[in-house]
């Protein structure tokens, strides 16, 4: 294996593009888009093609222990997340009618069917709102679409402990 050399770019600060094929794949996509903000605008629903697809402002999760030693800005990215081989989106706790509201995703949580390879699919959003997908499988793509630019917090996004309030 050749040593990398100056000019290799670290793992980083390449844009991602992660899939999840089972459910055992979703934590890691779950944790990359806490704190990501997106809006009903940027939410497209395709029932005949079974795609979900939600454009995000990602915090960069993958590099604030870096932004923090180096002592420089945190960051976010624009992301698609896809859900594919999906039957039925429901919402609750949005107002669907506000378009430029934005949506805080907080976790995607996986339920699976009794009849796997079926699943729901959740994404919890801040204020308690939530975004069911009833999938056919595990299909979920989290892809990075520009280059990350300087967040507007100089803190990484925070948030209490359920059992603190």
């Excluded at 992660?18 to 395709?46: F, H």
Aim: some cysteine.
């Amino acid at each position: 294996m050749a040593k990398p050399n100056s000019s290799d770019v670290v793992f980083s600060d390449q844009p991602l593009r992660l899939a999840a094929l089972v459910p055992e794949d979703l934590p890691v996509i779950s944790a990359l888009i806490q704190d990501a903000v997106g809006s009903v605008a940027q939410t497209s629903w395709k029932p005949a093609e079974r795609r979900l697809a939600i454009m995000l402002k990602r915090f960069r999760w993958e590099d604030s222990e870096r932004a923090e030693h180096e002592r420089r800005p945190y960051e976010r990215v624009h992301s698609a997340l896809i859900i594919d081989c999906a039957m039925a989106v429901r919402a609750r706790g949005i107002d669907m009618e506000d378009r430029e509201k934005p949506l805080a995703l907080l976790a995607l949580h996986c339920i699976p069917d009794e009849d796997p390879p079926s699943a729901r699919l959740l994404l919890a959003l801040s204020g308690g709102g939530e975004l069911a997908v009833d999938v056919e499988c595990v299909d979920v793509a989290l892809a990075d679409l520009t280059r990350p630019w300087e967040a507007h917090s100089r803190h990484s996004p925070d948030h209490p402990l359920d059992d603190e309030g």
